[in-house]
């Protein structure tokens, strides 16, 4: 990384003074990244959670029609982040991606703004919203910048980066709720022209915020070529020499030694060699005919080879965030069909149940500062690890929890159905016309909290996880990889609920999911996603022994 130089001072507190400005420097950097990815999230929720309603409402969109619209936005708003993060790793660098990104998104504000307060006509809005699938996707690459101000050399600075994930998620959460509470309050209750103008001046204020902050990075990692290319360069020469032997010393392969420790890619470390997917080691055996006509499609060094491993081994990880995130999903689907059929109201308010998802959010708020001030502490003094525990024990651990919420969610449907059998409610239109059944809906806030203590341990570690095993010259990447793994379990959630409700309703039965689930087996669905849970906790333990981690050779 190019980091600024620091001058040789022998007079005594130099060396603090340094650190001390180093420390403010790099505090001062986060506050601008961290203040710069809520106002992001604020004006992002703000069109994301009252979206189908604008397609209902303004563009007269059917139901089905509107559903299908956000779900493909989403679904664009998911691939669109490894676009920036490949150009941030490949070609621009991370800060440069930044802020032309961040430019996408104001120009993609303001059309939705005069789209929606000039009533122009569908295609000016829906222009609007795909740029801002391209110009939202910022997460991996801001995440990475504002980790690579942090001197991973340096065994206090590795703790406080650390520490960084947990506020990056918190500063997510934090945007999600005042966006889609406050935000969508204002488009519901005065205007969409107001609704979606307060966003874009939001949008304007991150690229403000981020400009101003320029001073203060002082960590930029160079971008360092395409890494495709150099994916498939290895996989090209080791094929081309499948018929020859790898040498069982490891220093006899290949590599561009360098004194700083640094290799042949641009800013990145040299990685030490792992004996894991031995074939591909092959790549970086020097022939005869290497020397003679050298070629990066024949001879690779052991860092290019180490690279392509280092996300081999990263995707058997990524696979088991897929259940994780399709159980996670049920909170803004199953969760929601539960709480329609109980009673909503608090005195004279009635609470719809898309509104208890505030409960994961405030349980987020909570647990982010738990874990950092509580949990590492005491982990650190049990484990002697400076990040407390490791983050493999750590994604482990939310995927328990997660079996938990699950777990929590079965239970209160059992105790739902005992409720509808003892008033015999079964063909009640619950949630409908007022006919609730006689039990509160804030029997569902416990099953919230717990899902939202789940995404603290699993999601943080999985940020946290995938950036620290990445290559150098790919952390915005693998980031922007670890992100698809949340929009693949959605998908899956989806197949599996249309599976479970046409598997069990055959031969004239309800099935677990029907229509009125007063009618169906929920609890059943629960139990078995909890049981998923579990089988993918016990193949997470198998891939957590196998997973080696990456070694710089400094």
């Not at 440069?96 to 009533?119: D, E, H, P, R």
């Amino acid at each position: 990384m190019e980091v600024e130089a620091v001058e040789s001072n022998t007079l005594p507190g130099a060396a603090d003074r340094r650190t001390s400005k180093r420390d403010r420097r790099v505090f001062l950097a986060c506050v601008f990244i961290l203040a710069n990815n809520c106002f992001q999230y604020t004006a992002y929720f703000a069109v994301s959670t009252n979206l189908v309603n604008y397609l209902k409402d303004r563009l007269h969109v059917g139901s089905k029609a509107a559903a299908n619209g956000v779900t493909n936005w989403l679904g664009t708003s998911s691939i669109t982040p490894l676009v920036a993060a490949f150009l941030a790793d490949a070609f621009l660098g991370r800060y440069w991606t930044i802020a032309l990104f961040l430019l996408i998104s104001v120009v993609a504000y303001v059309v939705l703004t005069v789209s929606a307060a000039a009533a122009l006509e569908s295609a000016a809005f829906y222009a609007g919203l795909y740029l801002l699938a391209l110009g939202g996707a910022l997460q991996p690459v801001l995440m990475s910048f504002g980790a690579d101000q942090f001197d991973e050399a340096d065994e206090a600075e590795r703790g406080r980066q650390s520490s960084f994930f947990n506020w990056f998620y918190l500063s997510i959460n934090v945007g999600s709720l005042i966006g889609g509470t406050v935000l969508v309050s204002v488009q519901s209750s005065v205007s969409w022209g107001l609704g979606y103008g307060i966003p874009a001046l939001l949008s304007v204020v991150t690229v403000a915020v981020f400009l101003a902050g320029t001073a203060a990075y002082q960590r930029h990692q160079p971008p360092g070529g395409s890494p495709l290319t150099r994916v498939a360069q290895v996989v090209v020469a080791a094929v081309r020499k499948c018929s020859v032997e790898a040498p069982e010393d490891a220093s006899e392969l290949h590599e561009c030694e360098a004194d700083d420790g640094m290799s042949a890619i641009q800013g990145s470390r040299r990685l030490e060699h792992t004996d894991q997917f031995r074939f591909l080691d092959k790549a970086a055996v020097e022939t005869a005919a290497d020397k003679a006509r050298p070629s990066p499609w024949r001879l690779c060094t052991v860092t290019q080879v180490e690279e392509l491993k280092c996300v081999l081994r990263l995707l058997p990880v990524w696979a088991s965030g897929i259940i994780f995130a399709a159980a996670y999903t049920q909170m803004t689907t199953t969760f929601i069909l539960q709480g329609d059929t109980l009673d909503p109201y608090v005195g004279g308010f009635r609470v719809p149940a898309a509104v208890l998802s505030v409960f994961d959010t405030l349980s987020v708020m909570l647990w982010v500062p738990l874990y950092d001030r509580l949990i590492v502490p005491l982990a650190r003094r049990a484990t002697g690890r400076d990040r407390g525990l490791s983050q493999l024990a750590r994604m482990g651990v939310g995927l328990v929890v997660l079996t938990a919420a699950m777990l929590a969610a079965g239970t209160l449907e059992v105790e739902r159905r005992r409720v509808i059998a003892r008033r015999g409610m079964y063909d009640t239109n619950t949630g409908a016309d007022g006919a609730y059944l006689p039990m509160s809906i804030f029997w569902q806030v416990p099953q919230y909290v717990v899902v939202g203590a789940s995404e603290v341990f699993t999601f943080i570690g999985q940020m946290e996880f995938f950036y620290d095993q990445a290559p150098d010259a790919m952390r915005s990447l693998c980031s922007g990889l670890s992100m698809t793994s949340f929009a693949l379990g959605n998908y899956v959630s989806s197949a599996l609920v249309t599976v479970v409700a046409r598997a069990t309703a055959r031969g004239g039965r309800d099935g677990w999911i029907p229509d009125d689930i007063n009618r169906g087996h929920l609890d059943n669905f629960f139990w078995l996603l909890a049981m998923l849970c579990i089988g993918n906790f016990g193949v997470y333990l198998l891939i957590a022994r196998w997973y080696t981690y990456k070694k710089t050779v400094d």
